[in-house]
């Protein structure tokens, strides 16, 4: 009882951080929209049609269930093998998955909402590509493309997912869940967007804390306002 009352209250405590990440993001956004050199423009540009293509594939051809199912459950196995535990008996259909692991806690039940895993391997590839043939350097749209691409994917069967009540998520109890998987996955989001575009991450962090702090002087402001309508006595 008193381990989901303090999730609750750390959900309480992450939705200004969800709300300064939203507000760092847009910005981030803007700043590489109106970039005035041409290859954050291109990425930009090659992002959007990699999520505009997902979009096509998810509205009108059949949804490729399997494969998110696939990567779900071994993000689930990812995570416990990075804290230590051991995974085994990966079971895949279009039904859903499953797979035992030996440790588990929030980040292992809940990383498949937040960690993009193909995303992360296109990332991969693309570093691994560019150590070792820099010459593929110039083609970074294309890696762009991909990112937007895999990204939507993850977006998609995300939502899709935690709107069928997903035990993972009453696990950690909803509000902590849900804030968490969204602080995360725009973090996410921000930091490929900073590094595409004209501006850096110490800005991008400054930026955020000065979020934190506006939204933090707004909520004394309607505090004490709040104080000033409550009855004498």
């Not at 890696?143 to 990204?151: A, E, P, Q, R, V």
């Not at 973090?187 to 850096?200: M, Q, R």
Request: hydrophobic residues 55%; proline residues 6%; charged residues 10%.
């Amino acid at each position: 009882m008193k381990l989901r009352l303090a999730k609750f209250l750390a959900g309480l405590a992450l939705v200004p951080l969800c709300a300064a990440l939203t507000m760092t993001l847009w910005r981030a956004g803007a700043i590489l929209v109106q970039s005035p050199t041409r290859l954050p423009l291109l990425h930009a540009f090659a992002g959007v049609a990699g999520l505009a293509l997902w979009a096509l594939v998810w509205l009108f051809l059949p949804p490729l269930t399997r494969t998110y199912v696939l990567g779900h459950e071994l993000t689930h196995a990812l995570w416990a093998v990075l804290f230590g535990g051991k995974a085994s008996g990966l079971k895949v259909s279009d039904r859903g998955g499953s797979v035992r692991v030996s440790k588990t806690n929030v980040w292992v039940t809940l990383a498949p909402y937040f960690f993009p895993l193909y995303t992360f391997l296109v990332a991969l590839v693309w570093l691994l590509s560019v150590w070792l043939v820099p010459a593929v350097k110039p083609y970074s749209p294309l890696f762009t493309f991909w990112i937007g691409m895999t990204w939507s994917f993850h977006l998609t069967f995300t939502i899709r997912f935690l709107a069928w009540n997903q035990p993972d998520v009453r696990e950690h109890g909803r509000l902590f869940s849900y804030a968490l998987i969204y602080a995360l996955n725009a973090l996410s989001i921000g930091a490929a967007l900073v590094a595409v575009s004209s501006w850096n991450f110490p800005d991008a962090g400054a930026d955020l804390l000065g979020n934190l702090r506006a939204l933090g002087a707004a909520a004394h402001v309607l505090y004490e306002w709040a104080l000033t309508r409550l009855p004498a006595g």
